[in-house]
């Protein structure tokens, strides 16, 4: 049965700087008696957590998880009808891959009130603070976001592959690192120019950022030979070219004093 009082908030921890979480996202963050975090959420974000909080590593890594899906929202569910306040933190944004539809979903179903709080997601923030904006006056105003979890030729693939290789907009794939040398042979053999710009960034939104960028016909052996491994956030379109060309830095922190 339920108890009144206990929540659930499905926070995004945005993509991958402690200091790109939303406001409402770090207030529940503090507020929290249960937070069940996955690898990709920004660690530094644990730092916030109220003594005496409970953390519970989710895992998610790939092909290693600590929890399974169903045990993780078996989780959610028990602890908020324990009457506890619980966040679960997540990297980039809970609704773009992040399976928070269908926590939500396990939430709705047990009686169990529950928020999202929308988080900056990688797909767009990491090529932006690599310099790469995802559509650009005169050169693109669509963008695609795709899963590279599942391979472009596997029946249970749902992106249309064919207007992604024949449209003239920019593709960011989120989890396609293992699945490089296929999604490119992919998207040259449905049509797309062999020569199309393409960025991949490892780590994006932290110092340990590393970013290679080619040709899409070459990109899977120019990352392979750099070492790029997961996370990492694919580009493939003419923005990419602006790369290098904005000229973006950091401005100095504001002054705590003050």
């Known amino acids: 049965m339920e108890t009144p009082g206990g929540w659930v908030a499905l926070v995004g921890g945005g993509p991958g700087r402690a200091d790109l979480i939303t406001l409402r996202g770090l207030r529940l963050l503090r507020r929290a008696d249960v937070v069940v975090v996955d690898r990709l959420a920004p660690a530094e974000l644990l730092d916030e957590v109220r003594p005496g909080a409970e953390i519970v590593d989710a895992g998610k890594a790939p092909h290693g998880h600590n929890l399974t899906q169903t045990e993780i ?5 028990a602890q908020a009808r324990r009457g506890r306040g619980v966040v679960r933190l997540k990297g ?23 928020e999202v709080v929308p988080g900056v997601t990688s797909a767009v ?8 904006p995802v559509t650009h006056r005169g050169i693109t105003q669509d963008v695609a976001i795709v899963s590279g979890h599942v391979d472009p030729s596997h029946p249970g693939s749902t992106a249309d592959w064919d207007a992604l290789a024949s449209g003239p907009g920019t593709v960011v794939i989120l989890m396609g690192v293992a699945a490089l040398p296929r999604i490119s042979a992919e998207l040259i053999k449905r049509g797309r120019s062999p020569q199309t710009p393409t960025a991949v960034i490892q780590d994006g939104g932290t110092s340990r950022e590393r970013l290679v960028t080619g040709p899409l016909k ?25 790369h290098g060309s904005l000229g973006l830095g950091r401005v100095p922190d504001p002054d705590p004093e003050r």
């Open 73 to 77: 929202n078996a989780l959610i569910v």
């Open 92 to 114: 980039g944004d809970p609704f773009v891959f992040g399976r928070g539809g269908e926590e939500a979903l396990a939430c709705a179903a047990a009686g169990v009130r529950c």
């Open 125 to 132: 923030a990491v090529p932006a603070l690599a310099g790469i």
């Open 218 to 242: 070459e990109i899977a052996g120019l990352a392979r030979d750099a070492g790029i491994s997961s996370p990492a956030v694919i580009v493939i379109g003419e923005v990419v070219g602006l």
